[in-house]
């Protein structure tokens, strides 16, 4: 067993090469020195049913005659005929003797023939005829056998010359592996020694390896990018959290050097759990979306009606807006049909309103609406605030992300990213857009699309439109 | 070595006649000076006048005389072709021996 890959696929290579050139170097030997046998075979078979003719028309007389006339006209000088009789002494030909090697008829025997005092080579055939006579029927093949000596000599040398390509070859192949190999094995070190940055380079020929290379580097990004979201989730966890967690520590260090009473201790322990609630709400959050990426909640997937969860939610949130003096408009069908995570969609729904109604101005407006698109459903929650910016929006829904304008207001940065995780479980997307494209700063329009699952539970198709999905953080 | 091995394996592939050459090789009479002269009297005997028949006539036995068997032999032979489809026009190639 060959244990170098680089070698088998050398070997691999450089064996089919030399069969295949074999197979056509045999089919080139029998389509010329076998045509040649195959025409002295003809040959000798037509001047046989002749002669025999001959036989059945006068006789032995008139076979004696046709071959000695054949003999006396044959101007190539490549004729050999024998006719022997019962006891086997020659009654005509050119042979001094019956060839003891010839013994069955219809057989073709190569003979050693005496021309002129020059050895020769003679192909013949024997023919039985009635009354024990036999008749030979044979040609001189030595132009025949020099032509098959030089095609010999031409074909080995191609044979010669095959083997040396087919080597020649593998050589090459065995190189071009080796170092395809071993440039992506130098990266997958590089890799592995902790940067990040090399990649597979490329030949700019556009071939296997370049479209092997160009997926290879693919995925190193895409390991690059997951990786510096994890650093950055790290940070901001680390940041976060410790602005609470600092809170709280200071308000229990102040009340146990500075409390004066019972009362004031037992407020100030309150306030810090309440700031550990928080610490602990955020935790959850990020729990939740990683459970939801993992798909792990795909299999509690059930029918679900879009059309009463979306007007129990505008009910609810209706209520938090007016007291903001804000305008909740809801444009739903009665009923829209999917398949999915009812809690997961309510809560993404919930998220949007809540940002909605978070960042209205006083009297503002936000609506609620949605329709079927074809497979998809599609949630557009629009409202009158500042929106984000369009170079934030490729971010919003990372963890932690915060935009300027957010800084101010409460909240942990985790409420879109949970949306774009409930998009992606239901093979949907997350699309942040200006509320009217034509004016400037004129609100956020935040779509939620979800696949409707299988046909039986899809409401009545209407077009299909391509949501632009934000990628995943 | 090798390559007569290779050769040899060669030789061999595209027939699988049976081979008896390893006998003596036999001789064959229709190349000696006697066929020769056995040729040239039947011709002879022809009593042609055709210049070309003459010609091959004479060139064929100078060469018989002179060991050049098979050059004459081809000369006589010719001669032979000539006359017999000169006294039979309608002569079927056939009667002739196949070339190959």
Redesign the interface.
Known sequence: MIRSASLRFAVLYGGLFAASSLALVLFFWWATAGVLDRQVEAAIDADAQFLVERWSEGGVPALVLTVQERLAENVDDDAIYMLSDALGRRVAGNMQRWPAAVVQAGEFYELRVVRAGAQSLAEVRQYDLPGGFRLLVGRDVRGRVELRRLLTNTLLWSVLLVAGLAGAGAFVVRRLFRRMVAEISATAEAIAGGDLTPRVRRSGRGDEFDRMAESINTMLERIARLMDGVRQVSNAIAHDLRTPITRARARLEDAAEHAGSEAELRAAVERAVADLDGVTSVFQALLRIAEIEAGARRSAFAEVDLGPLLADLAELYGAFAEDRGLHLALEVPDTLRLLGDRELIQQAVANLLDNAIKFSPPGGRIGLSATAEGRRLRIEVVDEGPGIPEADRARAADRFFRGEQARSTPGSGLGLALVQAVAMLHDGALLLDDAAPDAASSGLRAVLTLHTGPASVAPASVQAAAVPAIAPP | MK?RV??AM??S???A?????D??????????AQYCAQ?AK?ITDWHSSLPEVARLLADGREMCEQGE??SG??RL??A??IL?RRRDPARDK???????
């Open positions: 390559r290779c050769v060669l030789m592939l595209p027939t006649r049976g081979l008896a050459q006998a003596p090789p036999i001789p064959l009479t229709s190349d000696t040729l039947q068997v098979r032999l081809r032979r010719r032979l072709v017999h056939t009667a002739e021996p196949a070339p190959y």
